[in-house]
């Protein structure tokens, strides 16, 4: 037996009894006749006391070898410190040792095992099981694990069935690119891995499982941006016979569940609000209501007066920003400088302060008077002391600019805190969008995505204007979960897929299945997908999803501690009926 | 709101109230003046009533247009039946029907929806989403998700943490054949999709997790045998600072409770045997000990007499089949014929029937007596009114033959009772295996598992005789799973490693990381994987795993559902760097 205790346990009530510790080796203070070490383990921190007089002089011996994380194991007596330490739960005792054996060496680790480390993003990552031995690293994991758990019961206990669908499946053209596999067995033919579990979990509710969950990884071989990951983690729910009312309680209820469980913090009801809205009030279908600064259109009240850049522009919007009437010229010239950077993108920005005592102070008073601005203030909710901050042009890329603009002053004024949290479901999504490249519509969901039964007749006069029984859940500013109610008729999946160019043969080749169950007796039936690792990480209080997974790939999906991926030899691609092609490498 | 109850719910309680209720048509009984319908849910079946007098006409007319399997949704009054069903929840009740939505039509289903089908196994699989409607595979899929959930709150309940490790891996030469993934973003490299979490299991450990586990797809690019899936779910965990006893006890409670959970079965704590004992009493490393018929080796009193195919033979075993002396002389030669079958390979039985009253009577008279036949019942444990059949030749295919025979007659005799759980540790496995192909040793278990340090000696003289500490747990005749404590120590890897013919070049660029890692203070560390797909089949009192995933591929490999795996077209073969070999398909 290695331990009799794990590290985080003893107290005052163990107090002289014989006890067996195993552990990395945290820190030494070597006082030459006594050496004290901290023995760290997943659970907490001992203090081991070697002192020279009552340890046996071999043992003794053996401890002013050890060096920082080594593995031991020791045998001794708990006694009590004589300066204790209240910020550590075993801070009243220590471990007089008897016995020491060493359970392994460590050369000098690459970085510091502390909470606060010197080591850099790459060096962790290439030895990242030292950087899951810190402590927030290992608590993210254990906070991931509680998460999923939460999850689990709480679907579980209300009657979902978790049922695991395949990995290898059938590529389909929709969406991400697919990572393939190629199959040997079946030489010249590719399974795919999933970018979802989407039409399994809606062939079972065709078979009649009316409640189901799964939390499974997913694929995605797109170019990575930035905290996205190629293999990822979804919380894939599916019910029938449900109204988007049903769903959205049910939904509600576990995200309420796990604010609570994670944080104590019973959530009011999440305000719903549509995708129009959203787009008109904060430039953005995921927007962050932790902190108002919403959008003032200023068109009406902005046009048709001398100022040439807005009565040219399809929009110009304003927003607030709290206490920013004190900017410096200097200041506000750099906030300038920031619209106009490549990634946001405006013209230019023009800026109004309210002074305090009801002044304005703009770099466009000479096309506007004080009745103007006083307009503008309203219309931006900008009080006494805020600076309205006004874009103008296109009306998407005007909005996009100014939630930017919105979300940087947001943190920069510390608006958004990590510890409060402000879901929000936003609805009526388009069905449909343009894409220009193509020249040809796309589903904004999937194709599986219903429209409102009251746009139906829209369906090809205006593919544009139906509305899409699809929502999203927004905590914090971000997608945390998307769904819809699909479509069970298979008349209306194939209009759909013939809205979004499929012939019908290609329409038969890839859905041919789910078409054919839909003649079956599929039920009514929608469902929704959360993003697990995003979920974890804002729960966590986070906005990287990076340190939540144990192992993560970098920004070329390489995992640099394994070197994947690798080269194959010639025989295994020969066994597989495949060639790399020339030219290439 | 589709409905206000489902159809398994409904008693005489809610007499009188008006429900609304949604599922499929199951049954159909039309009298003229009124017809009853069995509508069926999830969760059970509930009578409508539609009745010509009190129904009104236009639902009526509507009602009779119904058939199998539409889905519909009804409002209507909760009434006592008059002949009631006694083996219905809702047998009291039915719903008189006061209006009906269809919500579905359904073409004739291929097969009945009954719990005995008239479907056969190809056509279940290709309409699998029916086949799941059928309360048989429907329950065994509610089941499957009750035991992960119960495998995840055991787990959890003692601090293991749930770890998602990568599914997009490096390529590992051990084992069977990995499955394989192009990179897009890193042309000509592949990815591996994993055979078992392993090296990542084992890295945590390094990381200090101490306790973790994870149910996960698992991938083999094999050729299937009967009842094997390219992809299958493994219960994978890994403990530090533990023992095997310690091992053993923990994952023994684990399926003590899992037994109870499904059953309500109390077990004993699990026997434990050795592998050579296992192989020497019952010819098999995971042998059934449901029931008896042990092994009787005869060598010393068998040989050494007249019978010339005895005396060469390296090993003469027996076993008592109870009751066999009753068998007719076809039955005997059937029998015989059974064990030549190529599959079994024996050259044939010689057999000795005890009769009741003491005598012996065997188709080896000439060349032994009565005492002789004595022994031979004292070594098989025979009883007056068994037979005692009897195999002889080399000792490890004799022992297959005869644990075959055993098994067969464990069948026939009904001694494998599919409600009765007996659990076995098999401990004390060979670390090596030979293998007469490539001339070398392989891992039994795997490259990572470590010696018994008492063998360690033999690892370069007699690397046969080496055991390991390596564990299986086996169930009923299956092994349900195995582990091992693992080697911990860098030049303990790479001497394993130089053993089983890796070069060193060979053996950095495979486990290097691994081995890194073990340079910065790796812990002892064990751990052990079950199949979840078996373990659920035998939790379930079945033998066969398919009806236990929702969508199974065939031998080939094949979803025949969604027809996976497919071709790809130029283009996306191209996108990959990728062509196929000509003169293959």
Known sequence: MYRTH????????????NVRLSGWVQKIRNKGFIIWIDLRDR????????????????????????????VIQVKGQVIERESKNPN????????????????????????????????????????????????????????????????????????????ETPYLIKSTPEGARDFVVPSRMNQGQFYALPQSPQTFKQLLMVGGLEKYFQIVKCFRDEDLRADRQPEFTQIDCEMSFVTQEDILNTFEGLTKHLIKKTHGISVENFPRMTFEEAMKTYGNDKPDIRFGMKFGELNEIAQHKEFKIFNQAELVVGIAIPGGASY????????????????????????????????????????YDEKDFKAWAEKTNAQPGDLIAVLSGKANETRAQLSALRMEMGNRLGLRKPDEFAPLWVVDFPLLEWDEDTQRYHAMHHPFTSPKAEDIDLLESSPGDVRANA?????????????????????????????????????????????????????????????LDRLVAILGGQESIRDFIAFPKNNMGRDVMIDAPATLDDDQLKELGLELKMGKK
Chains 1, 2 share one sequence.
């Open 88 to 163: 550590l739960p075993t801070g009243d005792i220590e471990v007089l040792v008897e016995d020491l054996v060493m359970l392994n060496t460590s050369k000098t680790p690459p970085f510091t095992i502390e909470d606060k480390t010197d080591g850099g993003d790459d060096l962790r990552m290439k030895y990242r099981y030292l950087d899951i031995r810190r402590n927030p690293v290992k608590d993210k994991l254990i906070f991931r694990s509680q998460v999923t758990m939460a999850v689990r019961n709480y679907l579980s206990d209300q009657n979902f069935v978790e049922v």
């Open 6 to 17: 794990n590290n985080g346990e003893l107290k005052t009530a163990q107090l002289n009894q």
């Open 471 to 531: 929502y999203d859940l927004v905590l914090n500013g971000n997608e945390i979960g998307g769904g819809s109610i699909r479509i069970h008729d298979k008349n209306m999946q194939s209009r759909m897929l013939e809205l979004l160019g499929f012939s019908e043969d290609e329409a038969r080749k890839q859905f041919g299945f789910l078409m054919d169950a839909f003649e079956y007796g599929a039920p009514p039936h929608g469902g929704i997908a959360f993003g």
């Open 328 to 367: 410096s010229r200097k200041e506000i010239d750099k906030l300038i400088e920031w619209v106009k950077r490549p990634q946001i993108g405006a013209k230019g920005m023009v800026y109004v302060k309210v002074n305090d005592d009801g002044s304005f102070k703009s770099s466009v008073d000479k096309f």
């Open 43 to 70: 659970f907490g921190i001992t203090q081991l006391v070697f002192d020279s007089e009552r340890t046996p002089k071999t043992v003794f011996d053996a401890a002013e070898k050890l060096g920082r994380e080594f």
